[in-house]
Structures are given as structure tokens and as C-alpha cells.
């Protein structure tokens, strides 16, 4: 039972359809895993043990072609999306000790295909801030350096399955936070395009700035969630069916782009610490080498900053509104900055900033029709020390508030196309660096299997799990 927590989530699932592993041993495996790690990055502040052991028993008792596609796995789930019956507290104070009644679409997904729910990963408050911290469960740690941070908000998440701790688990995306401690933790996150994965109960279904998406240790990995957690909900009018079966059959054939587009920077719009940005070209040169032509070019991206600032406020108030005027003093600042900006919009704003951008999205997917895809630094930073609540300045630049400093994710957020973190590269202190690869619209298939293909020709998958690593003396 030792090395189980080392394998991938495929050679995992293909040892419990052949009986090799039992649903309950899969359990214990990761159990002991998170006894094992947990005093070294919190990632995983709530278990459901007996609740986990008593759904891998009722798969026990089924016969293995009838357990479902994940067939018994633990998976953890995000801290912001429900459980019934399992502690959920968005890690707000206002939720200390919500017990939801019944769980989110998501949820409902990934057990009806055999997957067992473990635990709730940590996350900052409602999400907010790229960073993994809040006072209801404390700070997560990086596993590659304890010392520094996970990034976030899905960083609970990207920290355990990085250490061992499971084999796949869930995130959510508004302005990168899938992608950002995908990056920092050195494990794979998808942004898939809004519909692809059902979402809710929300408060607005037809919202299209924040998903739900898979986190893995690798492209093939994150395909076989991908299959699960994807199709058509009724109770979603966004989400759309998709062909069973659909991303693995996609990553079993993987192949490497023939045209992408490469920009550090997306235009100028943000700056990027130079290690990064080299560590990126770097990367880029690997693919130029093995034959794939490479353009620097980006679309036009010069409004997504205000665009996006607009509409984030305007979900924000629309969300999360009801709970300023009730609880206030329990709410962290800059999550009552992005409310009360949300509620002074006017309808003259949020107008323009739809227009604005419907215009994007149409320069985006012209763009991408000349190009399989456009590769970016995931972040335009390597994971930075504790304490730091988000990043104030880089090079001289001072970001306009405390979610700038991840605009390279949040402008493709406003694409709507999917967009993909893996490894690319490490600094010279050993953190990892994730490569952005976006794809078409709703190409989440083309994406992934280039992305295999592009993960293979990199070779870094097979650095986690790990041990976490404390800070250097």
C-alpha cells in the first residue's frame, strides 16, 4: 500500500477495474498519504473518511464493469463547491460551519462515476486573490518550498495533488485560478470553455467568467477527469453534450501543433519577471526545434484589463452582495473592495464592458484560426514567500489592484477559449514555472491532445508527487 500514492490516476484506475486495488484499500492509500503530508502544507483541512469508506463499500459490492469510469478513486474537492453532508466554507468566517444539505452539480457528477469523495481543499475567501489563505483554516504551503506560496485559489487543490495526497481533484477558474497554482505547484490545470463542465446551484446560471474544471498530475490524467466531469445538465442552461469518451480518445493519439503563437506578455500588457519569460522561450525553442513553426503574436489585448475588472465587480456584487451589508466585519478587504466596485457600476459600464468583450472574443477565435495554439507564461511570476497577501509591484510596474498581477490569465478568461497549464521549466531555486497553452473555442479535445503530445516532448511529468521541501537554511 506504500507506493500507491506515487501512480497516476490512469494506472490507478486501471488496477481497481482489474482488482488489483480495492475501492476501500484506494482509500486508506490516500488517508495515509494526507497523515503523512498534512503538517506540512494544509492542503486538505476537512476529511470525510467514514463517508469516503462507506461509498468505496457500495462500489465493493457492485461488480467492476458497474463502478463507473473513475471505478473507486478518492478525489478531493475544492472548499467552494458543496458536499452534502461534508463541511463546505468557501473559506469565509460567515460559513464556519455550513453542512450543505445536498452537493453541486460537479459533485454529483464524479460520484455517479465512481469516483469517492475524500475532502475539501483549502481555498482563500470566495476565491478571491490568487493566493491560498484564510481565517477559518489558515495558509497552504508549496510543497516544492513550504516557505513559499501555492498560489489560488485553487491551491489546496494543485498543493495535494503534487504531494500524493489524490489522484485527481477539482477547481474553479475566474481569473487563473486553476491555472496559476497549477503552475506554482508544478501539476496540470485546466480553464475548459464555459458550458463544458456543469456548474451550480448558482445564483446566475448564465454566467460565463467563472467554471469548474479538472486538476491532475498530467495531460492524460486530467483527460480521463475531464470525461467524467463534462456533458449537458439540464439544470445548467450553459452546458451542452459532449461525446462519451471524447478527451481520452484524444491524448491516446497525441500529436504535436504544427503553427502556434508565442507571447510573453500578451501585447504589453503586463510585465513578467525575466527568469519566467525565460524559462517560457526556453520552452517555446523545444517546440521550434522538434518542428513546429512558432509566430510571436498575440490578438489584441489593450481593454482586457478594464474589461475585465468591470465584469469581475459585476459578478461580485451580483454573488456576494447580499452578505456586505449582513456581515461586513467578517469579510476580508479586498473581497469587500471588488463587491462595493460591483455595486457603484452603473449600466453604462457594464455595458461597454460587454461589448468590449464580445469584441475580444471575435479577435481570439479569428486569431486562433491561423493558429493551433497561443502559449504564454501561465504566471509572470515563480511562487513567492508567505505573507505576501498578493503581489504589489514587478519590475517597476505597480499593478492597479490585487488581482493585476495575474492579467495574463484573466485576459484569456475573457476569450472564453480553453486554456491549459503544464510545467515548462524550474528557476534556479527548484520552483516550478507552467507554460499557458490556449486553444480554440470549445477545442478542448484539439488542446488536449497537442498538450500530451507537448507534455512528452518536455518530460517534466514525472517530478511529482513529492515530498514537500522545507525553505533552505
Known amino acids: 500500500m506504500q507506493d500507491w500514492w506515487r501512480r497516476t490516476a490512469t494506472e490507478t484506475v486501471a488496477a481497481l477495474k482489474e482488482g488489483q486495488l480495492r475501492p476501500t484499500e484506494a482509500v486508506q492509500a490516500s488517508l495515509e498519504r494526507i497523515a503523512a503530508v498534512e503538517p506540512a502544507v494544509n492542503a486538505v ?16 459490492r457492485l461488480p467492476a464493469a458497474e463502478r463507473g469510469p473513475l471505478a473507486g478513486l478518492p478525489v478531493l474537492i475544492k472548499d467552494l463547491v458543496d458536499v452534502e453532508g461534508v463541511r463546505t466554507t468557501y473559506g ?53 518550498n ?37 503552475s ?66 484524444a491524448v491516446a493519439a497525441p500529436h504535436l501543433p504544427a503553427k502556434v503563437a508565442f507571447s510573453a506578455d500578451l501585447g504589453g500588457i503586463t510585465p513578467v ?29 489593450s481593454e482586457a484589463i478594464e474589461t475585465f475588472a468591470t465584469l469581475r465587480a459585476a459578478q461580485y456584487a451580483t454573488n456576494a452582495g447580499p452578505l456586505l451589508a449582513e456581515h461586513r466585519e467578517k469579510l476580508k478587504p479586498e473581497v469587500v473592495w471588488n463587491i462595493e466596485k460591483g455595486l457603484a457600476l452603473d449600466a453604462g459600464s457594464i455595458a461597454t464592458g460587454l461589448r468590449a468583450r ?8 479569428t486569431f486562433l484560426a491561423d493558429h493551433e495554439l497561443l502559449l504564454t507564461p501561465t504566471s509572470v511570476v515563480a511562487p513567492f514567500a508567505h505573507g505576501i497577501r498578493y503581489l ?53 479535445a484539439g488542446l488536449l491532445q497537442r498538450a500530451a503530445a507537448i507534455e512528452d516532448l ?10 514537500p521541501k522545507a525553505p533552505a537554511s
Open 92 to 144: 469565509s468566517r460567515i460559513f464556519h460551519d455550513h453542512v450543505p444539505a445536498r452537493s453541486d452539480y460537479t459533485v454529483e457528477r464524479i460520484e455517479a462515476a465512481g469516483g469517492i469523495v475524500l475532502g475539501k481543499t483549502n481555498t482563500p475567501e470566495f476565491g478571491a486573490g490568487a493566493v491560498t489563505f484564510n481565517e477559518v483554516h489558515g495558509v497552504t504551503s508549496n510543497p516544492w
Open 358 to 365: 464580445g469584441e475580444l472574443q471575435r479577435r481570439a477565435a
Open 146 to 182: 513550504t516557505g513559499r506560496t501555492c498560489g489560488g485559489s485553487s491551491g489546496g487543490s494543485a498543493v495535494a495533488l503534487a504531494t500524493g495526497e489524490a489522484w485527481l481533484a477539482t477547481g474553479s477558474d475566474l481569473g487563473g485560478s486553476l491555472r496559476t497554482p497549477a
Open 392 to 444: 504589489e509591484e514587478l519590475n517597476g510596474h505597480r499593478f492597479p489592484s490585487y488581482i493585476d498581477w495575474v492579467t495574463i490569465a484573466y485576459a484569456v478568461t475573457l476569450t472564453a477559449c480553453p486554456a491549459l497549464s503544464i510545467p515548462c521549466g524550474f528557476t534556479r531555486d527548484g520552483l516550478p514555472v507552467g507554460l499557458q497553452l490556449v486553444g480554440r473555442p470549445r477545442g478542448e
Open 458 to 467: 518536455f518530460g517534466l511529468a514525472g517530478r511529482i508527487p513529492l515530498d
Open 273 to 301: 519577471d525575466p527568469e519566467v519569460e525565460q524559462l517560457c522561450r526556453a520552452a517555446v525553442e523545444q517546440l521550434r526545434q522538434a518542428g513546429i513553426e512558432v509566430a510571436e503574436a498575440a490578438p489584441d489585448f
Open 184 to 249: 506554482f505547484c508544478g501539476v496540470v490545470g485546466l480553464r475548459p470553455s464555459p458550458g463544458r463542465v456543469p456548474a451550480g446551484p448558482q445564483l446566475d446560471p448564465f454566467q460565463t467568467l467563472s467554471v469548474d474544471g479538472p486538476m491532475a498530475r498530467n495531460v492524460r490524467d486530467l483527460a480521463l477527469f475531464l470525461d467524467v466531469m463534462a456533458g449537458h445538465d439540464p439544470r445548467d442552461p450553459i452546458s451542452y453534450p459532449m461525446e462519451a469518451g471524447l478527451h481520452r480518445q
Open 45 to 60: 483541512p476537512t476529511l470525510c473518511q467514514e463517508r469516503a469508506l462507506a461509498h468505496a463499500g457500495r462500489l465493493e
